[in-house]
């Protein structure tokens, strides 16, 4: 197969876009209550996109969806606040309503995508969140539109990509978050590339019930304990260490805090790593040349669970490793710690990082690849 990364369009093979409309998939799926626009670093984000474009006398129209409206107008998710912070970071630039105010979105209806292109030139897809879908503003318009990656779904492909073709060694792997069902699809790509895994969060409950410990009334997935049992031995078959907490904080059948070893009693619920856990993971992450970490150590959202994540997300400043976090709530994590700023890529989309890390490929970056002007189409 090609270069996956080179194979895909970048804003340079759009070539000359003065004078040119150029329709902008961007990710303004901001965060909002009441009206008002919480944080808009999602649009601050695609400025440099936007900017590339009209400093070279380009028209930019951007287009996004926001919130789940489900083919339908509704008031709740209407553009118009984004649009008016837009017109005040980037005047000029135009932007469609909601994209899922119309069932053909998510539908991926030709109707709908030929709405989407007329009167434009070309298309640029900025908007990495939304690259796992197959969705008519993801798909459509390279089918017949010069494309390309915007500047910010290029440094998420670069790095999510690289990290599946030549990470440094030792690459370690830091999981944790809730549904580990959800995940164990990526736990197993990441097998054949890591040299180790780190497990927290509540997903440790189901690998810790896989090698036959009591977990208490802990959060788990009993469905799930054989395909553990099946990865812990792939693990340890292909030298690779899969390291589970020793030491877990939570609550006792009463309610009270309580620290266990690795077996919980009748009643008690593991919220967190324990403190020794959480030093042994720090070790192994001041160790390695390149760490991946997705999902909470512990439900952080509780200040008396917080300390398992607080200490990996310093490890995760401190280490001399090359440092790439996704994942929404892990994100939302550092951010609260003040420490996003000290990991060398977080990445935007949280669904798309582990679908791409684990697939390798997605169908928004695999439309750009067949796009008119791609290198070698
Ligand atoms: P991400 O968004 O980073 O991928 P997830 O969505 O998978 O992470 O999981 C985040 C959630 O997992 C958080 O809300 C956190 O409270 C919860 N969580 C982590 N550990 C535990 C635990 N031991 N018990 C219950 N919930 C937990
Ligand atoms: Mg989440």
Known sequence: MADPIRSIPTLEDLGDVAGRRVLVRTDFNVPMEGGVITDDFRIRAALPTITWLTERGATVVTASHLGRPKGQPNPKYSMDPVRARLAELAPGVELLENLRFDPGEEGNDPAFVAKLVEGVDAYVDDAFGACHRAHASIVGPPQTLPSAMGLLLQKEVEVLLGLRE?????????????????????????????????IG?????????????????????PDQVDTCRRLLETAGERGKTIHLPEDIVGLDADGNFATYGVRLPEGAKGFDIGPGTAAAFTDIIMDARTVFWNGPMGMFEDDRFAAGTRTVAQAMADTKAFTVVGGGDSAAALAQFRLDDEVDHVSTGGGASLELLELGDLPGLEALRNAPNAPGA
């Open 166 to 198: 030549r990470p440094k060694h030792p690459f370690v792997a830091v999981l944790g978050g809730s549904k580990i069902s959800d995940k164990l699809g990526v736990v197993e790509a990441l097998l054949n590339t890591v040299d180790s895994l780190v």
């Open 201 to 221: 969060g509540a997903m440790c409950f189901t690998f810790l019930a896989a090698q036959g410990h009591p977990i208490g009334a802990s959060l788990w997935e």
